[in-house]
């Protein structure tokens, strides 16, 4: 049983550069979620999508920052013109249609000098 | 809005300890709420779920029991382990969301030695 997986595991950039990360879920889910931690704090909710759909964004989403999942099956998140301050982990989970139960991969961990 | 409130850690313990982890929340609708367990470097595993009142969750000798009447959801185990060592999130999903996000307190950190 494939888990949901995230690639790169960590990132490194310098200020102003983009980055694109990419997360593959579990095969059958049908919702992919990304979520945002910083240092010593919960997860905050991103952006999610529903198949190919995407169906919430939240205002942390800046618009420097853009979520695709162009087939409903794998999804990137790319950051343009990155910022120290978005430095953190990014993390993606996947979901069946009609579960409430969110199941997440290992995360990108992203520093942004 | 929908929120979670944990104790601050880090809680430390002995192994063997008994160990609680007090959360409570706020949410609109009727909320499913869980427990993930955050090891090192790593992302948020999913330990125990309740989706209604008096429900209790429970794996790998950890518990917490939905209560309606008093918005917690406490995680509990009788004897704790070193390799219990790591970061806990409660966390809910409330249904007026239609279940599409998580709302995450701010973790508590668990740290159990010999």
């Known amino acids: 049983d494939t888990g949901v997986s995230q690639n790169p595991r960590h990132k490194i950039t310098k200020r102003g550069q983009n980055v694109t990360f990419r997360c593959d879920p579990i095969?059958?889910?049908?919702?992919l979620y990304w979520y945002r931690q910083t240092l010593g704090q919960g997860p905050e909710f991103l952006t999610y999508?529903?198949?190919?759909?995407?169906?919430?964004k939240s205002r942390l989403l800046s618009d420097r920052f853009s979520a695709e999942r162009p087939k409903g099956s794998f999804s990137t998140l790319e950051i343009q013109r990155t910022e120290q301050g978005d430095s953190a982990m990014y993390l993606c989970?996947?979901?069946?249609?009609?579960?409430?139960?969110?199941?997440f991969g290992p995360g990108t961990r992203l520093t942004v000098l | 809005g929908d929120s979670v409130t944990q104790m601050e850690g880090p809680v430390t313990l002995s192994e063997e300890a008994f160990l609680t982890i007090n959360c409570t929340y706020t949410a609109t609708g009727y909320p499913s709420l869980f427990w993930y367990v955050q090891y090192p470097g790593e992302g948020l595993q999913l330990l125990l779920k309740a989706t209604k009142a008096d429900d209790k969750g429970s794996n790998k000798g950890f518990e917490a029991t939905y209560r309606k009447e008093t918005t917690s959801f406490h995680l509990e185990k009788g004897s704790v382990q070193v390799s219990d060592s790591a970061v806990y999130f409660c966390?809910?999903?409330?249904?007026?969301?239609?279940?599409?996000?998580?709302?995450f307190g701010k973790g508590t950190m668990l740290l159990v030695s010999p």
């Open positions: 999508f529903q198949n190919e759909a995407q169906l919430e």
């Open positions: 095969s059958e889910h049908n919702r």
């Open positions: 989970a996947s979901s069946g249609l009609d579960t409430d139960t969110q199941y």
């Open positions: 966390a809910l999903s409330d249904p007026n969301s239609g279940y599409s996000t998580l709302t």
